[in-house]
């Protein structure tokens, strides 16, 4: 017999589920779009674009949180793109992901 606290669980999981789905694509979104903005500011085109924002993407897996992301565009960018500028690049490529996820 199924009670309402069961139910309750169930539909606690299945939004739970379904909010990590939304976070996971909204993160790769962002991760793409600034990839492809490094790429862009390293004078990249082509495969070198994409391999390079394979490496963006994959470096999100290397820790919780956005400061790996950081780490990798700040190693790869010169010192003309500052700190402020990478974070207000994650911050306008994160709220345009949330955007596109959401619509």
Do not use: P, Y
């Not at 606690?12 to 694509?25: G, M, V």
């Not at 492809?36 to 897996?61: M, N, P, R, Y």
């Not at 956005?66 to 003309?80: C, G, H, I, N, Q």
Request: with cysteine.
């Amino acid at each position: 017999m199924s009670t309402g606290m069961d139910n309750r669980g169930k539909a606690f999981e299945s939004k739970w589920a379904h909010d990590a789905e939304l976070r996971f694509k909204v993160e790769a979104r962002r991760n793409r779009a600034l990839g492809l903005w490094a790429a862009e500011q390293k004078g990249l085109s082509g495969d070198a674009a994409e391999d390079f924002v394979g490496g963006v993407i994959a470096a999100d897996f290397q820790e919780a949180g956005d400061e790996d992301v950081f780490r990798k565009l700040r190693s790869e960018l010169d010192a003309s793109v500052s700190d402020a500028a990478i974070r207000d690049k994650m911050r306008e490529c994160l709220a345009a992901a949330v955007a596109s996820v959401t619509k």
